[in-house]
């Protein structure tokens, strides 16, 4: 079993900067895809990001592509999602979510563990 457990929510004004994490415990991560996902009140959760086990090829959601940053440190078990230039409609509970195999790492089917998530408001 994999528990994930993400930290550096909280509350930023529209154009600001975050730094998300995401620590693994219970078993090494370096060999799984992870990825981040969001859901806003109201809304059905969506793909934000996602990185392969070794780190050299990344994924994006449209919205997100050229502000946020996903990135991950094996070594401490732990992967990150920087956010840029923030914007209201950004506010959602982000996750964090392990994949040991995909087909498609954007689809939130294809994980298998998830993170009880942090709360991320930007206000305009």
């Known amino acids: 079993q994999v528990q994930l457990v993400e930290s550096g929510g909280g509350l930023v004004q529209a154009g600001g900067s975050l730094g998300l994490s995401c620590a693994a415990s219970?078993?090494?991560?370096?060999?799984?895809?992870m990825g981040w996902f969001r859901q806003a009140p109201g809304k059905e959760r969506e793909f934000v990001a996602a990185i392969v086990w070794s780190g050299v090829m990344t994924y994006y959601a449209d919205s997100v592509k050229g502000r946020f940053t996903i990135s991950r440190d094996n070594a401490k078990n732990t992967v990150y999602l920087q956010m840029n230039s923030l914007k209201p409609e950004d506010t959602a509970v982000y996750t964090c979510?392990?994949?040991?195999?995909?087909?498609?790492?954007?689809?939130?089917?294809?994980?298998?563990?998830w993170g009880q998530g942090t709360q991320v408001t930007v206000s305009s």
């Open positions: 219970g078993r090494t991560i370096s060999s799984y895809a």
């Open positions: 979510a392990a994949a040991t195999t995909y087909y498609r790492i954007s689809h939130s089917n294809d994980y298998d563990y």
